[in-house]
């Protein structure tokens, strides 16, 4: 007999029908495809948002957000983080660190170790943070490294870490940063806020009334790419508007670098060539021509400004050295011609113009300087709070430039204690040592302790740490000379490392815990750092790989071995904190902007707050500045600093002055030696070292398998270096090999090395080259100046050579040498 389906259900009323036919029978159409095609997820990342077709388990394909109209090709290389070859897939332990003991770490690099279990792991983790605390105390104890963590509000490995890491004992930390480590201490100074992340007048305003945009070291399109959230890539519009001005002659764009960078070959502007770490003497002769000429704005200097007297005194060659600062004592430093010293001061004040600094200017030893010279010239061309005039110092960073929304974005998971929770060790005693060190200091700690160096109007005492706790922080990446730090490691009992990659420092760790990507996790994001454009859902796109976790569970059952996991948690799981903050940032907004409630905003993905109103820096301070004074001692901008002047630094005085390096290039100190500087700016195709483990995206632009390097192809000749030649690039402090690319964007005796290229030892052994081609294996780690004590990295001569004999194997990626 013919039995319908509609009978056969009938007939099985009291039974599951799903049980009975299955659940592909009563599927709809949609889902039964979705079973077979797979299905599309939204994510965001420093690099942009995107849809992740997720098929079997597995991301198949990542294609921008359709509101994204100028995705980075970055974008392509998001896959090959999640299935990466150099995944941490278990908690690994160094080999002689769990079965020798050997707190010495004379092996420690070598990159040996053992597979353990995470409650193993986790045991010794406790252990040595027990151990530190009960023989040492805080002092003993460093968890400040932090950096670029992977993107999402709720997820924040820095929070997470130093929160669990801080309800069982205090700790060492740090102060600033190595972006703009010199900037951010010296700009409250002259202009009354670090500056280097405020947001700034808004691109439109910019081409509406710029007649003149300088860009000093500053290489936007190149690193508009990322955000320190995710981003929108909304600058990039402006940037082909201003194309085409430069084209039609409507804004006069000069690029101040000694290379053509991707920027300047975008716009097709002006460049002028400068000699490498020579700005501040072009730009003292500036002010010269600017003062002796009477160009300057003296209404501006007399009515927003202190200090310009004594300023001057020293550009005339009446104080100090005594030397006057002339456009012909300017070129014999910096290789710009007298003659053309004196028209790029004459164009600044020929129509509006508006000054945009980079940041790798500022990473040189004496990195005050060109700064606060650079507000100095500002200041006296006299626009600083007009509209496409003054000075910004982040136009190239994050979308700032493009307009607010004035969204409030969600918080975050605390990094801090509650109000009222104590440590379970409640040890505040740090034996005399500072508790907060300059970021750039760490290693002079391991191998100084107890030395007293100044920063910034106070003194610091080195503390000789014993235990370092690093999480989503690669600082075998961004510190300087690695041999320095080999030596410096070695002073160590314990490092713990948390990452989800196989960087350098977990190579350099004693226990490596597997943290997952944000790719394999739930969160939510601002959508454009400083536009506030958005909300995003971060949806988890497949489950955490190997035997990774969420920095959450990993803390929660590190505060569960002492007691503390409720009040770590406070009782919610991701979802729930995630949720939490959605409705945090849906009650602040209440009013401005109507926002869904949580389950429709998790469905539908992304929330646009749309456009924001156009902005002008310092504008308001311009308006009155009696009323809306600025942020220095005195509330106007300080040309010279009377505070900075009571500290009787050396290397840092009361004003913007010319310092020798200690090594630099075109005929500067060590050059005869050393002819070449190397310049190591943020990379074209990273985010500082993230993504350089993506191995297919890696290929695209590698040569031979390591890290280009940059060379004019005179240079490049001399030495008998064709495109494609291994490069061995050497020095008093190191050596690396890398990839010939040879572009006349180079001028001869400059060449380039990105920062972010991993760091691969041949061995462990201080002085063994890298195998792919870290420029930090040459770079000085030295600070800025008694100020800042910040990253002089760009302060580095080297010498190169084509390389001959048999080529080493890349060691920099795919994991440790696993030992039974």
């Known amino acids: 007999m013919a039995i319908t389906r509609r009978s056969f259900l009938k007939g099985v009323a009291t039974t599951s029908a799903a049980s009975v036919i299955g659940p592909s029978l ?42 994204d109209t100028n995705p980075s090709e970055m974008i392509n290389g998001i896959k090959g983080i999640i299935y990466n070859p150099s995944r941490v897939r278990y908690p690994m332990v160094r080999l002689d660190w769990l079965k020798k003991h050997k707190y010495s770490a004379e092996t420690r690099g070598d990159n040996r170790f053992i597979r353990v279990t995470w409650d193993e792991a986790l045991d010794l983790f406790y252990r040595e943070l027990e151990r530190v605390q009960k023989d040492y105390g805080p002092w003993a104890l460093h968890a400040g490294q932090t950096g670029w963590r992977q993107t999402g509000q709720f997820h924040s490995c820095t929070s997470h870490m130093q929160r669990a890491v801080g309800m069982h004992g205090n700790f060492i930390t740090k102060v600033g940063d190595y972006s703009t480590g010199a900037g951010q201490t010296i700009l409250p100074y002259v202009l009354g806020s ?68 991707k920027t300047q070959r975008f716009l097709q502007n002006d460049h002028m060539y400068i000699n490498p770490m020579t700005d501040v003497a072009f730009m003292l002769a500036i002010a010269h021509v600017l003062y002796n000429e009477d160009l300057y704005d003296k209404k501006f200097i007399e009515t927003y400004c202190l200090g310009f007297a004594d300023f001057i005194k020293y550009v005339q060659g009446e104080s100090k050295d005594k030397v006057e600062k002339t456009p012909e004592w300017a070129a014999e430093i910096c290789g710009v011609s007298a003659d053309k010293i004196r028209e790029f001061a004459r164009m600044l004040v020929n129509g509006r113009t508006q000054i945009l600094m980079g940041w790798c200017i500022q990473r040189q030893e004496h990195g005050e300087q060109p700064y606060w010279a650079a507000a100095v010239v500002a200041a ?87 235990m370092m706790v690093i999480s989503g922080n690669n600082p075998w990446n961004h510190h300087q000379d690695r041999n320095r730090m080999k030596k410096a490691f070695k002073q160590l009992h314990t490092v713990v490392t948390i990452e989800f990659a196989w960087t350098a420092s977990c190579r350099f760790s004693d226990i490596v815990l597997p943290a997952c990507t944000q790719f394999e996790r739930n969160d939510i994001d601002v959508y454009g750092s400083y536009s506030g454009k958005g909300l995003l859902a971060m949806h988890r796109l497949v489950d955490p ?41 849906r009650d602040a907004n209440k009013g401005k902007f109507d926002m869904p409630e949580f389950d429709e905003f998790w469905e539908k993905s992304v929330l646009d707050f749309g456009e924001g109103q156009p902005w002008v820096r310092h504008a308001d301070f311009r308006k009155d500045p009696e009323i809306n004074a600025l942020g220095t001692p005195s509330g106007f901008i300080e040309i010279t600093s009377r505070k900075i002047g009571r500290y009787g630094y050396e290397h840092c005085q009361e004003h913007p002055m010319w310092f020798e390096k200690t090594e630099r290039s075109h005929g500067g100190p060590g050059s005869d030696k050393y002819p070449f500087w190397l310049q190591s700016c943020h990379p074209d195709k990273r985010l500082h070292s993230q993504m350089c483990e993506s191995e297919e995206f890696r290929a695209t632009y590698t040569v031979a398998g390591r890290e280009p390097i940059y060379i004019n192809p005179i240079d490049a000749k001399e030495k008998g270096i064709k495109d494609g030649d291994l490069v061995r690039v050497y020095n008093d402090r190191g050596q690396l090999l890398a990839g010939a690319v040879l572009t ?7 060449i380039r090395i990105e920062e972010g290229a991993w760091y691969g030892p041949l061995n462990e052994k201080e002085g063994a080259i890298c195998t792919y081609g870290d420029p930090n294996t040459l770079t000085m780690d030295i600070g800025t100046s008694e100020l800042a004590q910040a990253t002089s990295a760009n302060t580095c001569i080297v010498e190169f050579e084509k390389f001959t004999g048999k080529v080493p194997p890349v060691t920099s990626f795919g994991g440790p040498l696993e030992v039974a």
């Open 744 to 750: 006349d964007s180079y001028p001869r005796g400059v």
């Open 545 to 585: 790989l190997f035997q990774s976790k969420t920095d959450f569970e990993i803390f929660t059952e590190l505060t569960r071995r002492f007691g503390r996991h409720k009040e770590y948690t406070r009782g919610m799981d991701e979802m729930q904190w995630v949720r939490s903050l959605y409705d945090g940032c």
């Open 194 to 261: 670090t500056e280097v992340y405020a947001q700034g007048t808004s691109w439109s305003e910019i081409l509406k009334n710029s007649d003149n945009i300088v860009l000093w070291a500053n290489d936007p399109v190149k690193n508009l790419q990322v955000g320190w959230n995710c981003e929108t890539h909304q600058s990039f519009p402006y940037l082909e508007q201003l194309k085409e001005k430069v084209a039609k002659g409507e804004i006069n764009v000069i690029s101040v670098d000694p290379v053509k960078n």
């Open 26 to 67: 009563l599927a709809s159409a949609s889902a039964s495809a979705a079973e077979t095609t797979g299905t599309w997820k939204v994510s965001g990342s420093h690099w942009g948002a995107f849809r992740a077709h997720v098929y079997a388990g597995k991301v198949q394909e990542i294609k921008p957000l359709e509101a």
């Open 380 to 466: 006296m061309v006299g626009q600083i709070g007009l509209p496409g005039g003054g000075i910004s110092y982040g136009h190239h960073y994050s979308g700032i430039g493009v307009p607010s929304t004035g969204f409030a974005a969600p918080g975050g998971f605390p990094r801090n204690l509650d109000q009222g929770m104590k440590p379970k060790w409640d040890n505040n005693d740090f034996n005399g040592y500072s508790k907060t060190i300059p970021v750039a200091r760490w290693v002079d700690c391991l191998l100084e302790p107890g030395k007293e160096i100044r920063y910034n109007g106070s003194k610091v005492k080195l503390p000789g740490y014993k």
